[in-house]
């Protein structure tokens, strides 16, 4: 779990410059919170289809969740394994397997689903039955890729977010006094 420090002496410093009250505080700190976490989803997204190579990013975003705990924010990133036809590329069937872009999946092969869908899939044992979807993981790529380049961004974006915000409803006067 990677987890964001804000430094409350900051958020503190800039209410006192402002002359905010703390309702205002929390009020900007709450919608700071929740335009947040709407643009990491979106950054995530973005950088997660692009270095993925996934075909669409409905995938992605079915799979990023933000949980609200108490006063603070989380952020749930599904990673577990992709079905092969998710990835960019044409599927196509070798003599070895299934080739879907870059990706290769030996012993697979292309059938169609209950809905009519192309899927690769893959036998189990030696007989015809069962078969499995192919997927391929992600979790180690998309570590690299959320962790390294959004999280570090993820503090200026809340502040950058709170001070608009705190600057808005002082100047204002939203947020009772």
């Known amino acids: 779990m990677l987890g964001v420090q ?17 309702k205002q505080v929390e009020a900007a700190r709450t919608r700071a919170l929740k335009r947040t976490a709407a643009t990491v989803r979106r950054m995530a997204s973005r950088r997660l289809v692009k270095g993925l190579d996934l075909r669409a990013a409905a995938v992605i975003r079915r799979r990023l969740r933000e949980i609200r705990k108490g006063r603070g924010l989380q952020l749930w990133f599904g990673l577990n394994d992709l079905p092969a036809d998710a990835f960019k590329g044409r599927v196509r069937q070798t003599g070895a397997g299934v080739e879907v872009g870059r990706r290769s999946y ?48 993820v503090g200026a974006i809340f502040m950058r977010n709170f001070q608009q915000d705190l600057r808005a409803r002082t100047a204002f006067g939203v947020g009772g006094r």
């Open 6 to 22: 804000i430094d409350a002496a900051e958020l503190k410093g800039l209410a006192d410059a402002l002359g905010a009250t703390e």
């Open 106 to 153: 030996p012993g697979a092969f292309i059938g169609r689903d209950s809905g009519g869908r192309q899927q690769v899939f893959k036998r189990r044992g030696s007989g015809r039955l069962p078969i499995d979807v192919e997927t391929s993981e992600i979790k180690a790529q998309a570590d690299e890729i959320i962790g390294a380049g959004i999280f570090a961004e």
